[in-house]
């Protein structure tokens, strides 16, 4: 049966795995930290457009193609919100940016949808990184943070 | 014990075949650090493309020799532990539909008509081949496991109070997760991609079938694992010279494991669309759930270490790790399975950040992936296959084995190899470099405008630690197979090692019987996917035709 080393040990492990997922719990309350949020999907997605909605929120819908995004570049100012929707028109694509915790899938018949900050300057990769074809190394696209023209 | 010429010539065609098209899945390993470092940047060699290669590294490795070791396995184990040996149609049937299968896949992978990967997600699509071999090499197995139950109930019938084995316990709660999981992706691949790829159905709805991959496609990664935990429970304690600590909590473990193990896949899908974040979230804390089995077993398996050392005389707070018999040739399965749990202390804990909800945003598919995974799939789960398959094949054939000194390195040098490619793919993936990519020829090709000078040393290192893996690997086959070709010096048999328990146990009826479990495990499963597979219905907007991976435009069928 169970002695008493066991026993601790079990509620050791229990009170750790409490811990992470308070962590988690911490991260989405107080971080704002999430995983994409769940759309109804239609057409509209399917454009590839920036829209600005003021002067500092804007609003980015990729298209994911074989082998590339659109919009391939997207310029932006410093300091901006930035929703990003991604979708795909062909198989599936991976949408990651460097150095940003954006991770999505671009899936035919889906979207997905997050939203980040840019309060760098630089250029951010965007890199595909689901296997989607013979020609899946090549497809990248590039966010353009920069300050405002003006 | 004595073993039929049947069932002694069936395990050996059943560890031969999937370590012959190992070397194919090996060579394949190292091909991929050659091409993701850079160092080549081409997009195939020897007419073998890239992600063809993968494919076959994926399928044969994570699929093929894992599917028919836990068959072999559990033939030998069910035949050692409840002395019957199993039905003679059955065997032959599963042993067939399993070759027959996995040729068809095969031929399909090699003639480059299949390049989807191991997950073929769709609309990328394969031949129907690939699609019908795997699903045929599944129902053998299920073959097999059907049998076994038969051969179990007839067992219990006669020896209603007698505690059931443990590792016959694990064998059959692995094959309920193994044939559960299974059925979703054999609704798939055979209702849903097969008439697809056919072109008798225009289009497959792609979020539902991603959804029914994962809810296979983690309980799978238990399926290859569990075949381990059998050993460390039930031999690695012999092995080492002494007791296993705690029978019951091997058992405790494995019921766990039966009720957690799939409930838990969309945790593969936090970046996916169509399925809510109250799923995923769910689903994310239920894989914490999982991770207490595993951390019980650490401990056990810890406290029979520690108590073999001190039979041996060892003394001291840690010194007595010391006193474990590492490198010796007759007990080579130690250094197998102590390795590949040595490995498990850091793919555990890399999978428990994966398994973090929103964390997961951060290395999700990157390199950091088949990082963490090949320190469990390719940590415990390899080295007890490859131990597990030449101590077999020693005994089946009575022969003795070739090079036992190159032997008994082998899991060191591979555990070494697994440490400094996982530290390489780790570091890359938390720099953003993508998994399942041909670097080469772009983002690490100083000729390309995409290369990314970053990943340079990260996968440099992939690049050793691949090359010591695939070294290791070199030196097994020479040892397996020139056992295989060797002189017989003894009879046939099986023999393996048994551990007692330490402290006395008793039978406690609710961990000697499966009803209840299967209840539960059937409602937690209900509960957690029926959201998620109406999720995946309801919210996608339309579906897919099928694209080949080579051609941006969709495959239309001639009517």
């Known amino acids: 049966m169970i002695d008493v080393f066991e026993r601790r040990v079990i509620i050791t492990a229990i009170l750790v795995m409490g811990l992470f997922i308070l962590a988690i719990f911490y991260a989405m309350g107080a971080r704002k930290a999430d995983v994409t949020e769940c759309l109804p999907y239609d057409k509209t997605y399917e454009t590839a457009r920036v829209e600005q909605l003021d002067k500092t929120t804007y609003q980015i819908y990729y298209v994911a193609r074989m082998w590339n995004f659109e919009p391939s570049v997207a310029y932006i100012p410093v300091g901006s919100e930035v929703d990003l929707f991604v979708t795909s028109n062909d198989v599936v694509h991976g949408f990651n940016v460097y150095n940003k915790n954006v991770n999505l899938m671009a899936v035919p018949g889906g979207v997905t949808k997050t939203t980040v900050r840019f309060d760098q300057p630089g250029v951010y990769k965007v890199v595909c990184h689901e296997y989607c074809g013979t020609g899946h190394q090549n497809m990248q696209a590039e966010i353009i943070v920069n300050y405002p023209k003006k | 014990m004595q073993v039929s010429r049947f069932l002694r010539n069936t395990i050996l065609v059943e560890l031969f075949v999937p370590i012959l098209l190992l070397t194919v899945g090996i060579y394949h390993g190292l091909m991929q650090v050659i091409y993701r470092a850079g160092v080549i940047h081409q997009s195939s060699v020897a007419k073998l493309d890239y992600y063809q290669g993968l494919t076959l590294h994926g399928v044969i490795n994570a699929v093929v020799l894992t599917t028919f070791f836990a068959v072999a396995f559990g033939h030998a184990t069910i035949a050692f532990y409840l002395k019957k040996e199993p ?163 091997g058992r405790i473990a494995f019921f766990l494991f039966l009720l957690l193990s799939i409930p838990i896949g969309v945790h593969h899908q936090f970046g996916d669309p169509s399925i809510g974040r109250g799923v995923k979230l769910s689903q994310s804390l ?151 990519t041909n670097l080469g020829l772009t983002y690490l090709n100083p000729a390309s405008d995409q290369y990314h000078p970053y990943w340079v040393i990260s996968s440099m290192l992939g690049l050793a630690g691949g090359g010591i893996m695939f070294v290791a690997g070199f030196l097994y086959f020479i040892s397996f197979f020139g056992t295989l070709f060797g002189k017989r010096v003894a009879e046939p048999t099986i023999d393996l090692p048994v551990s007692e328990s330490l402290h006395e146990e008793k039978r406690i009826p609710i961990f000697d019987t499966f009803k209840p479990w299967l209840a539960i495990m059937a409602l937690i499963i209900f509960l957690s996917y029926l959201p998620a597979i109406s999720d995946a219905l309801n919210n996608t907007g339309k579906k897919a035709p099928p694209y080949l991976p080579t051609d941006p435009t969709p495959v239309f069928q001639k009517k």
């Open chain 2, 87 to 249: 039905n003679k149609r059955a065997t032959a049937l599963s042993m067939w539909l399993m070759v027959i299968g996995t040729l068809l896949a095969a031929a399909a992978m090699l003639a480059g008509k299949a390049s989807v990967l191991y997950t073929f997600y769709p609309p990328l699509k394969a031949h129907p081949a690939f699609y019908i071999g795997t699903a045929m090499l599944i129902i053998g197995s299920w073959v097999a496991f059907f049998d076994w139950i038969t051969i179990y109930l007839n067992w219990k019938k006669e020896n209603r109070e007698t505690n059931t084995p443990l590792a016959v316990i694990g064998t059959l709660v692995n094959f309920t997760i193994w044939f559960v999981c299974t059925t979703a992706v054999a609704y798939e691949v055979l209702v849903l991609l097969v008439p697809w790829s056919l072109g008798l159905t225009p289009t497959v709805n792609v979020p539902l079938a991603r959804t029914l991959f994962w809810f296979f496609g983690h309980a799978l990664v238990y399926f290859w694992l569990l075949p381990s935990y059998i050993m460390f429970y039930t031999m690695l304690p012999k092995l080492a010279g002494g007791k296993l600590y705690s029978a019951t909590a």
């Open chain 2, 286 to 436: 239920l894989t914490f759930g999982v991770a207490l089995p595993s951390f019980i077993t650490a401990f056990t398996l810890a406290a029979s270490l520690e108590y073999a050392a001190r039979k041996r005389g060892a003394k001291g707070l840690y010194s007595w790790i010391w006193k474990l018999p590492f490198f010796r040739k007759d007990v080579f399965l130690f250094g197998y399975l102590i390795n590949g749990l040595i490995l498990f202390i850091f793919g555990g804990l890399t999978g428990l950040v994966l398994a973090s909800y929103s964390l997961n945003n951060v290395v999700h598919n990157t390199a950091f992936i088949p990082g963490h995974f090949h320190m469990t799939v390719a940590g415990p789960v390899f080295l007890a296959i490859l131990g597990m398959s030449i101590f077999l094949l020693q005994q089946l054939t009575g022969k003795k084995i070739f090079l036992p000194t190159i032997n008994t390195i082998v899991p060191y040098l591979w555990t070494v190899g697994v440490i400094i490619f996982s530290t390489g793919l780790m570091w890359g993936g938390l720099m953003g470099e993508p998994r399942r």
